[in-house]
C-alpha cells in the first residue's frame, strides 16, 4: 500500500490549533495505509519537507485540507508544484473551499479529486479503489473532471459520530508535540481547539455550512467528548477548549450533560451558537455550563434590522429585541456574548444600504450600553460563492463576478474577500467600507476585546480614553491616533486570527 501524506496549509501566525481537519482525515486511513501530516503551521519551509517525502518514492497520494483565505496562499502554488515535480502522485483536496469551489478547483489541472464535504468514508473509500484500480464512481461525497465535464457523486448520509475512529493524538504528538498546540488564549493556559459534530440544522442564506450540509447535524455523545477531553488534559495539560462545532449548542440535553461532566475539572470553554437556540435553554442549564467553566459564546447576532434578519434566512426567531435580551440575559450568568454582526447588505438604493450600516453601528452601540462585556465582532456582507446556490446567482446578475481560476484566489482583493473585510460587491462604496472599518477601529479602542491576552490594564485604558470622544460624539473617520496604537501594540482581531 502507498503511504498519505497530508497536508494543513498555514492559516496563522501563531497560536497554532490541533489540525483536527486534517488529523480527522488521518483517523479514516489509520488502520489501512500509512499517512504523515505536514502541518504549514509548524514549519518554516513546508514544501521542503513535503519534497523530501515525496522524492523517497513512497508515497502516492496527498491531501490538502483548504479552507478559503490564507491557506490557499500555500495549497494552490503548492499543489502546482507537486503536479510538476511528482506528476506520479494523486492529489486530493477536501475542506470548505475545496468543495464550495470545486470548479475552479479541479480546471486548475493540478487536483484530481475533492472531496465534497466529510471525508470519513469518502477518502479511505477512494484511496482504496486506487490502489486497487477499482472503480471509484460509485463513492459518494466525491467530485472530478471525466475529460472536461465535472462529476459529483450523491452525497452521503452523515455518518453517526459516536462511530468515527478516535484521532490519532498520540501520532501527531510525534510529528509535531502536542503541547504546542495547546496555546495561551484568553481561556487558559493551554487551550485545546476540540471539534465535537458536524454540520448544522439551520439555512441562514450567507453560510458557508448550508450548501454542504444541507440543514443536518450530527454530534458526538457527551460522553465520547468528555473522555477526549480528559485524555488530553490528563495527557498534555490542557485547561480549556475552544469548540470549533458550527453550533455547538444545537441539544440542550447534550450540553446540560457534557457540562456535568466537565464541571469539576476546572475547564474554562468556549463554543458557538444561536442566540434564538440558547434562549430557549432553561435559567438551570445556563447556570450549569456557568458553572462548568462556560466563560463566553460565539454567536451571530448579524443585524437588529428584524427585515434583514427575515431576508438572510436565520430560519429560526431572531429578532432585534431578543438580540437585546438576551445580551442582558448572558450578563445574568456572567457569560460573556461574543456577538457578530454582518453590515453592509444589499438595498435596492445606495441611501437605504448606509442607512442600514448607520442603523447596525446604533444598534451595536446600544448592546454595549445593555451589557458591556459583550464582544462585537463585524464582517462585511460577502455573498458566499456556492456554485449554483440562488444567492449566488443574484450576486452574478448584479454584476458580481467569482475569481475564474484558482490563482486569481490568492490575490489581494479575494483575500479581503474571504476574510470578509471588503468583499468587492457592487453595492457597497468606499465611503461605506470606510465607515464600517473605522467605526470598527473607534469600537475596538474604546472596547478592546478581552481575548487579546497581550494587551495588559494600562494599554487598554489608555486606548479607551484616546477613543472616547470619538465613540461618544460618533466621530469616526479617519481614526488615524487609534490605527496607531493598534499597530504599536499589534492588537489582534479574533475575526481573523480566531477567538
Ligand atoms: C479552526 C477553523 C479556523 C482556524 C484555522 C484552522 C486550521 N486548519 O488551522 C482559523 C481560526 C485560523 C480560521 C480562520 C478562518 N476561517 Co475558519 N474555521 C475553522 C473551523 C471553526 C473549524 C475547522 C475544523 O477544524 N473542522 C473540523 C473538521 C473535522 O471538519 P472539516 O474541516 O469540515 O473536515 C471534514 C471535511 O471538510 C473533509 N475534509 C477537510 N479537509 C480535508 C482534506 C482531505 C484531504 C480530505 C479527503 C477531506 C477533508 O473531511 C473532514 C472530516 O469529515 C471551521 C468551521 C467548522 N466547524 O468546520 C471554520 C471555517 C472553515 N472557517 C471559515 C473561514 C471563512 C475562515 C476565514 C477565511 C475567515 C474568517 N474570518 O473566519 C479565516 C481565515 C483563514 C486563515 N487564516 O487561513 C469558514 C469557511 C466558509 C467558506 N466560505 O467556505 C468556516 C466553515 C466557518 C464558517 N462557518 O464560516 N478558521
Ligand atoms: S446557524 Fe450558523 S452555522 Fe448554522 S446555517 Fe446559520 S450561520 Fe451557518
Known amino acids: 500500500m502507498h503511504k498519505i501524506l497530508l497536508f494543513n496549509p498555514r492559516s496563522a501566525t501563531y497560536k497554532f490549533r490541533v489540525p483536527n481537519s486534517i488529523l480527522q482525515i488521518a483517523a479514516s486511513v489509520d488502520d489501512m495505509a500509512e499517512w504523515v501530516i505536514v502541518d504549514g503551521n509548524r514549519e518554516r519551509d513546508p514544501y521542503q519537507k513535503i519534497r523530501a517525502l515525496l522524492e523517497t518514492g513512497e508515497f502516492r497520494y496527498v491531501g490538502f485540507t483548504v479552507m478559503p483565505g490564507p491557506q490557499l496562499k500555500q495549497a494552490i502554488p503548492y499543489a502546482r508544484r507537486i503536479r510538476e515535480e511528482f506528476p506520479g502522485t494523486v492529489m486530493i483536496w477536501g475542506g470548505y473551499f475545496a468543495s464550495n469551489q470545486y470548479t475552479v ?101 450567507f453560510c458557508a455550512v448550508v450548501p454542504i450540509y444541507e440543514a443536518r447535524w450530527k454530534a458526538k455523545p457527551a460522553q465520547d467528548v468528555y473522555k477526549d477531553i480528559r485524555y488530553i488534559r490528563e495527557k498534555w495539560g490542557a485547561d480549556s477548549i475552544e469548540f470549533h462545532d458550527n453550533n455547538f449548542f444545537v441539544s440542550e440535553k447534550r450540553t446540560a450533560e457534557f457540562s456535568n461532566l466537565v464541571r469539576n475539572d476546572g475547564m474554562v470553554w468556549w463554543g458557538e451558537g444561536r442566540i434564538d437556540t440558547i434562549n430557549k435553554y432553561k435559567d438551570e442549564t445556563l447556570a450549569l455550563m456557568r458553572e462548568s467553566g462556560c466563560k463566553m459564546i460565539f454567536f451571530g447576532a448579524e443585524t437588529g434590522n428584524d427585515e434583514i434578519l427575515k431576508r438572510m434566512d436565520k430560519g429560526g426567531t431572531q429578532s432585534g429585541q431578543q438580540i437585546r435580551e438576551f445580551a442582558a440575559r448572558m450578563k445574568k450568568f456572567d457569560i460573556i456574548p461574543e456577538y457578530s454582526f454582518v453590515l453592509g447588505t444589499p438595498a435596492e438604493t445606495p441611501e437605504k444600504v448606509m442607512q442600514y450600516i448607520d442603523q447596525d453601528i446604533a444598534f451595536i452601540k446600544e448592546i454595549k450600553e445593555i451589557n458591556p462585556s459583550t464582544e462585537i465582532v463585524i464582517y462585511t456582507y460577502s455573498p458566499v460563492p456556492t456554485e449554483g446556490s440562488e444567492l449566488f446567482r443574484k450576486s452574478q446578475e448584479s454584476g458580481f463576478k467569482f475569481p475564474e481560476t484558482l490563482e486569481d484566489w490568492i490575490s489581494p482583493h479575494w483575500e479581503n474577500f474571504d476574510m470578509r473585510k471588503n468583499p468587492l460587491t457592487p453595492w457597497l462604496t468606499p465611503e461605506m467600507i470606510d465607515k464600517i472599518r473605522n467605526f470598527e477601529t473607534v469600537l475596538n479602542g474604546y472596547y478592546p476585546t478581552v481575548s487579546d491576552i497581550r494587551l495588559n490594564g494600562l494599554k487598554r485604558k489608555l486606548m479607551h480614553l484616546v477613543s472616547g470622544l470619538r465613540y461618544r460624539t460618533s466621530l469616526y473617520k479617519y481614526p488615524y491616533e487609534i490605527k496607531l496604537m493598534h499597530r504599536l501594540w499589534n492588537y489582534r482581531q479574533p475575526e481573523i486570527q480566531g477567538f
Open 105 to 205: 478547483v479541479l480546471n486548475s489541472g493540478c487536483v484530481d479529486f475533492v472531496i465534497n464535504g466529510p471525508g470519513d468514508r469518502a477518502f479511505p473509500a477512494l484511496i482504496e479503489a486506487l490502489e486497487h484500480k477499482r472503480p471509484y464512481e460509485l463513492i459518494r461525497n466525491l467530485i472530478y473532471l471525466d475529460g472536461t465535464r465535472i462529476v459529483k457523486t450523491a452525497k452521503d448520509d452523515l455518518i453517526d459520530q459516536s462511530t468515527l475512529p478516535s484521532l490519532p493524538y498520540d501520532k501527531l504528538d510525534r510529528l509535531y508535540p502536542m503541547v504546542n498546540y495547546l496555546g495561551k488564549t484568553y481561556l487558559g493556559n493551554r487551550t485545546l481547539a476540540y471539534h465535537s459534530s458536524i454540520g448544522c440544522p439551520f439555512t441562514c442564506s
